[in-house]
């Protein structure tokens, strides 16, 4: 109603945060990825794909990894898996490993398989790292 408002209230919009949040932007970041806007891609950006990278070599050039490293490794993949849905099945095998509750410090050897999907891991990372459509076409 403007000056014939009964009770003067401030306006409900703030101009500089309307500004800052409204304006279109060719990249934001959501929950950790960020969105390129323009070409319609989602990407890994570049501190977590080296941190994870580097986790996954030196798990699989070991061959061997603590309960608590080979957790928080697959926590982080777990993370990646919601946009390489097909990659899901290369955690199976390794989520295996952690159904029997130990301490954070005892050492695990894996086996030839699960090095494998620990490399093919290393190309999933890389993949979301470049970009993955939004559309769902890579």
């Given at each position: 109603?403007?000056d014939?408002?009964p ?9 500089p945060k ?11 970041i ?8 323009r ?18 070599r030196?798990?699989?050039?070991a ?65 979301a ?5 939004m559309?769902?076409?890579?």
């Amino acid at each position: 109603m403007g000056d014939a408002e009964p009770i003067r209230r401030r306006g409900l919009l703030s101009e500089p945060k309307l500004e800052a949040e409204g304006t279109p932007a060719k990249e934001h970041i959501v929950l950790g990825w960020t969105l390129k806007t323009r070409l319609l891609t989602i990407i890994l950006p570049t501190d977590k794909f080296e941190a994870w990278s580097t986790d996954l070599r030196v798990i699989s050039e070991a061959p061997k990894a603590s309960y608590g490293d080979l957790e928080s490794t697959l926590g982080h993949l777990n993370y990646a898996r919601y946009l390489i849905p097909l990659a899901r099945h290369f955690l199976n095998k390794l989520r295996s490993r952690l159904h029997t509750r130990r301490h954070k410090n005892q050492e695990l050897t894996l086996n030839t398989e699960e090095v494998a999907n620990l490399n093919l891991w290393t190309l999933f990372l890389t993949k979301a790292h470049h970009g993955i459509s939004m559309n769902g076409v890579t």
